[in-house]
């Protein structure tokens, strides 16, 4: 017998108030700059229960700032629209009537609906992918290793630049973030996840140091640093067969630096 397929789970998140944003972020920009308020629904307030879209749009284009119920069914990819970043509350729902997207193979992992059941609130780190817990563990960790990386550069400024550099170029050279992590997020659909990673992990570190007395120069590398650890964390499943690709790996995770990475994977 052949196996059941997997059931699709439908994903929608909302602001921190359980509120849902806009869907169409320049719309919103627009309208808010005219003094008009962005009709929402707090999702929170309606677990179980069947909500009609307030104010429905056409289907299915983008004519209002908030014209239809946006779903995922790829976690990784659900921060790629969130108007405030991170953090985030995360819903599993139900489409109910009729469903539609902007079209075939270019938004596959998107749903529309102007109809649906709020089934219950799940873990936000699932918006990270099924390595979300691994992510926000990083995260979390990062201003006390930016904090300490930036003493060890203050204890030995020349031999810590010379080995961060030479780091620095070997990421460079074999474009471990730009290219591996990058086109695996793709491949993987978490492209978003990636992003909001490398935003949040680079703010934290850079922060860290910056109030640690770092220099600008020792600062930047930091913040690459903990940029290309939570990519490595992100997408530690996907880069990992065959002697080149674990020395990428090892890259992303800090290999030739002084400090050991979180052993989280």
């Known amino acids: 017998m052949a196996p059941s397929a997997r059931p699709v789970v439908h994903y929608m998140a909302t602001r921190p108030d359980g509120t849902v944003p806009p869907t169409d972020n320049y719309l919103a920009r627009y309208h808010r700059a005219q003094g008009e308020t962005i009709p929402t629904v707090n999702l929170a307030d309606h677990l179980g229960q069947v909500i009609d879209h307030p104010t429905p749009g056409r289907k299915w284009y983008t004519d209002k700032p908030f ?84 003493t060890e550069w203050a204890a030995d400024p020349e031999g810590t630049r010379r080995t961060y550099t030479a780091w620095e170029k070997r990421v460079d050279r074999t474009r471990a973030l730009t290219g591996w992590a990058f086109c695996r997020a793709q491949y993987s659909r978490r492209e978003a996840a990636l992003q909001a990673a490398n935003e949040l992990a680079g703010d934290a570190a850079g922060q860290a140091a910056t109030e640690a007395g770092a220099d600008p120069h020792a600062v930047a590398l930091i913040r690459l640093r903990a940029r290309c650890l939570v990519a490595g964390q992100l997408m530690f499943d996907r880069i990992r067969t065959g002697e080149y690709e674990q ?14 990475a979180p052993a989280l994977a």
């Open 67 to 150: 014209g239809y119920f946006h779903m995922y069914t790829r976690p990784g990819e659900i921060l790629e629209r969130i108007e405030d970043g991170w953090p985030i509350r995360l819903f599993v729902v139900e489409p109910l009537g009729e469903t539609g997207t902007w079209g075939g193979g270019y938004y596959p992992y998107w749903l529309l609906s102007q109809q649906i059941r709020v089934v219950e609130e799940t873990d936000a780190w699932k918006a990270f992918g099924h390595r979300g817990a691994q992510v926000l563990a990083v995260l979390a960790q990062l201003p006390d290793l930016a904090r300490q990386w930036a």
């Open 247 to 260: 020395s990428i790996r090892g890259l992303l995770l800090g290999t030739g630096l002084e400090t050991p």
